[in-house]
């Protein structure tokens, strides 16, 4: 079947720490985008990418990079800059309709 | 200002009541629109697109008002399932897709 798959599932984040969440879709979509999600709030865009080697920064991108190097991937990387990274954070792809949203990946502090 | 503003709720209604969802946005180069549906600490799931001239599925009534910049989201005979948080989304024709923060809805017997 095909859809979107995001690991880990749960993630642990020393201080100091950069961690990567990964995002991989077998959709064919070309657009690709990341949210965090606080509890008890909305989702927020934090990167967003039409096509390979392409991206754009959405509202929330500070402490946070990604690449897209092929199409099907288009991994987080969550810095040390990013103070309070503790959140849900959502992955999603777009092909000409509505967002297909994969499971999450739930991202802590230790 | 946020781009996407949903009505804050929460809403608690009793089962078969109708409740309507309101969310307003402000880039006029919105393009497409959805309604999801989210249960906690899930991802969110596609309710149903909203077209121009409105749309019903079954319970839910979907309309979009361009010259308001608002969208609407009707639900009829609430059902103890439904009870969710509904997150309006708006996407532009450049590739920005933006939530709202979500209304939590509480469907009670």
């Known amino acids: 079947d095909g859809g979107i798959t995001q690991s880990p599932k749960y993630l642990f984040r020393k201080e100091g720490q950069n961690v990567t969440l990964s995002c991989e879709q077998n959709?064919?979509?070309?657009?690709m985008y990341w949210y965090r999600q606080d509890p008890g709030q909305g989702l927020r865009l934090i990167y967003y990418?039409?096509?390979?080697?392409?991206?754009q920064k959405g509202d929330i991108a500070e402490g946070y990079s990604v690449s897209r190097e092929k199409k099907e991937s288009f991994p987080l990387t969550v810095t040390s800059a990013q103070k309070n990274p503790t959140a849900f954070y959502l992955c999603?792809?777009?092909?000409?309709?509505?967002?297909?949203f994969g499971d999450g990946t739930r991202l802590s502090i230790l | 200002r946020k781009e996407v503003e949903q009505d804050p709720g929460p809403f608690n209604v009793p089962e078969g009541a109708t409740v309507a969802f309101n969310c307003t946005y402000s880039n006029s180069a919105s393009q497409s629109f959805f309604w999801y549906r989210q249960d906690c600490r899930k991802e969110p799931k596609l309710l149903m697109s909203?077209?121009?001239s409105g749309n019903e599925d079954g319970r839910f009534t979907a309309q979009l008002n361009r010259a308001s910049q608002y969208i609407s989201l009707l639900i009829r005979d609430s059902k103890l399932s439904d009870s969710a948080t509904y997150l309006c989304?708006?996407?532009?024709?450049?590739?920005?897709?933006?939530f709202g923060d979500g209304t939590t809805l509480t469907v009670k017997p």
């Open positions: 959709l064919n979509h070309d657009a």
């Open positions: 909203v077209y121009s």
């Open positions: 999603a792809s777009i092909g000409g309709g509505p967002q297909h």
């Open positions: 990418s039409q096509i390979v080697n392409d991206f």
């Open positions: 989304v708006v996407n532009t024709n450049a590739g920005k897709s933006t």
